[in-house]
């Protein structure tokens, strides 16, 4: 779908094709209950500029049949993507969701589960809010190296709320180039990881009131001699 302008997709199932749903500098579209299974790489694939894309209780499931580069829902270089009650399952190869550069997304109510790389990657993308998801069970072939959620650089980005269990590296990881993220309210409970929350080196995070994870970080701040 190239520079599609106001689309509406309904109850459709898109399977066994090399990518499931395929949209290039699209605007202004929605799509509900549209499912992207069992292809040969990506579920769904947005690229250049996708821009007002609304993403209701669709799937992207069991893609990257052909043993490369298999994801459920892959976002490139667009802005303004809103995924409500979606599902990112047993993808193949690599992540349930991958976010590559751009800005201004929100993923929510989200179920991303059993997937081979993380629940969720934002790779170096801005002001994203992820809330209210349940990633549970990503890494599935138990390599110690992916996450449920995982931030690498970019940042301002809010993770709020989430349920993350038995994600196999960390549940929600921060690398050290990613900044002024807030990680607060969300569930890393479970044993089968090697940890729940792992910051990075930055210290402008604000990460609070999660559930299995004791310490917080509340920005940068300093204290000046003598004071009390």
């Not at 349930?96 to 081979?116: D, P, R, S, T």
Request: hydrophobic share 30%; glycine share 14%; proline share 0%.
């Amino acid at each position: 779908m190239d520079a599609a302008i106001a689309v509406l997709g309904r109850d459709v199932l898109c399977i066994l094709n090399g990518v499931g749903i395929y949209m290039d500098a699209s605007i202004h579209c929605s799509f509900h209950d549209v499912h992207g299974s069992h292809n040969d790489t990506y579920g769904w694939q947005l690229v250049t500029n996708c821009r007002r894309i609304g993403l209701l209780d669709c799937w992207g499931h069991n893609n990257g049949k052909a043993g490369v580069s298999g994801m459920g829902f892959y976002i490139d270089s667009s802005q303004y993507v809103r995924m409500i009650g979606c599902q990112a399952s047993e993808d193949e190869v690599s992540h349930g969701i991958l976010i590559n550069g751009g800005a201004n997304h929100v993923i929510q109510g989200c179920v991303i589960e059993g997937n081979e790389g993380d629940g969720i990657r934002l790779n170096v993308c801005w002001d994203c809010i992820v809330e209210g998801n349940q990633f549970k069970d990503n890494d599935v072939l138990n390599t110690g190296l992916r996450d449920g959620i995982a931030v690498y650089g970019g940042g301002y980005h809010i993770i709020k709320a989430n349920r993350c269990k038995e994600n196999d590296n960390y549940e929600i990881l921060m690398d050290n180039d990613t900044v002024n993220n807030i990680v607060e309210g969300n569930d890393v409970t479970g044993t089968d990881h090697n940890g729940t929350i792992s910051p990075g080196t930055g210290t402008t995070h604000i990460i609070r009131n999660n559930v299995s994870y004791v310490t917080e970080k509340s920005g940068t701040g300093s204290i000046l001699s003598g004071a009390t």
